[in-house]
């Protein structure tokens, strides 16, 4: 039997990430191979922005995906979140020159309070939320706080790009491949003070630490390359990491989607219940497991090293100034 299809919004999906996106989306690689996906497209009310989201339309319906069940296109919210049964929330505004961190978060906010609203209003009774837009920790804060009568729960923010990144660099150090790391945790905020952890994250079953005896290695060049990647990629390309995010989207929603390998865990960000010292209410990246019914609780009970500690402290910190920042967008 057919399964009835998984509607997914996705806002700015005229954009880079949006482009490499919505064909994994359409060809199964976010929901699986047999479960038919319809998509809502958002984008900005401009002549040349809708006419670009036209053409990605255009190449999607060219593919013939045998799963896409229908494409809309629209600039209002009501319509693009209409029985959504997923928001994406890719779409903000970039930081501009001169810009402070701060300045980019008032900026965003208000556009985060309007989609929380439309995501109460017309998304669909179990509607989830994954907000990739930066910063995107604190803008899922202000539409969870927004979309009044969804549970929080439903709110999420991405840090897999981050947990795929910290993989990559202890195979690499290790010499071993990305799949003999699991466990990969990522705490805190995504931004430059993110916390990966090495002593949770496991290389071949054991311990990061006790696999790279490279203590220097581990507290300097993999924290240093890891939260500064995305600075990387922009300098060495020109523009924002595109397709790795998009590709964690995919892992980051599958992984919510279905249920999570007994035994193992995800990195995602989360509402806090208070777990290792994060206050309750911020939306922090903690490791989680998915019961693939919609439901997912923060793993307890992980040690933790004093510099970790000392380093979720202060990503913390952050979370609670950006908090502050949009204290009154989350009446
Ligand atoms: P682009 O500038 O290529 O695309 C963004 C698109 O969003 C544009 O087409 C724009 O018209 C649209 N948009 C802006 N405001 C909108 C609104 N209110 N409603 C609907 N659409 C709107 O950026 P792209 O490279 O696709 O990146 C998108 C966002 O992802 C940025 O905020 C970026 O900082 C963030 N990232 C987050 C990452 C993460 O790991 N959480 C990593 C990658 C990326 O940097």
């Known amino acids: 039997m057919t399964k009835a299809p998984i509607r997914v919004a996705v806002t700015g999906a005229a954009g880079q990430i949006g482009y ?192 790279i005896k490279d203590e220097a290695w581990l507290k300097g060049e993999f924290f240093k390359t890891v939260q500064q990647r995305g600075a990387a990629i922009i300098a060495a390309r020109g523009s924002s990491s595109a397709f790795s995010a998009a590709s964690a989207l995919v892992d980051h929603v599958h992984d919510l989607h279905f249920a999570t390998p007994a035994g193992e865990w995800r990195s995602v960000c989360v509402v806090s219940d208070g777990s290792y010292g994060v206050p309750a209410g911020l939306i922090s990246s903690f490791p989680v497991t998915s019961d693939g019914k919609g439901g997912w609780k923060i793993v307890q009970g992980l040690p933790l090293d004093p510099f970790v500690k000392e380093k979720i402290a202060a990503t913390v910190k952050e979370l609670e100034g950006e908090r502050a920042v949009v204290a009154d967008l989350l009446k």
Not at 43 to 48: A, H, V
Not at 60 to 80: N, Q
Not at 107 to 120: D, L, R, T
Request: hydrophobic share 40%; proline share 6%; with cysteine.
């Open 20 to 211: 490499a996106l919505l064909p994994r989306i359409a060809s199964g690689a976010m929901f699986g191979p047999d479960q038919p996906v319809i998509l809502q497209l958002l984008e900005l009310p401009i002549d040349k922005v809708m006419q670009a989201l036209k053409g990605v339309a255009m190449e999607l319906e060219d593919c013939a995906f045998p799963l896409l069940r229908g494409i809309v296109c629209s600039s209002d919210t009501k319509v693009a979140f209409k029985d959504a049964n997923w928001c994406l929330l890719v779409g903000s505004k970039p930081r501009g020159p001169g810009m402070e961190r701060n300045d980019l978060i008032r900026e965003n906010g208000p556009i985060f309070v309007g989609q929380g609203q439309a995501i109460a209003e017309v998304g669909a009774k179990d509607v989830r939320v994954a907000v990739v837009g930066n910063p995107c920790n604190t803008n899922a804060l202000i539409a969870m706080h927004s979309a009044k009568g969804v549970p929080k729960e439903r709110f999420t923010a991405m840090t897999r790009l981050d947990q795929n990144r910290a993989m990559s660099q202890l195979a690499t150090k290790a010499g071993v491949h990305s799949t003999d790391v699991t466990h990969a945790t990522i705490w805190g905020n995504h931004s430059a003070t993110q916390v990966p952890d090495y002593v949770n994250t496991k290389i071949q079953g054991k311990p990061a630490n006790a696999v």
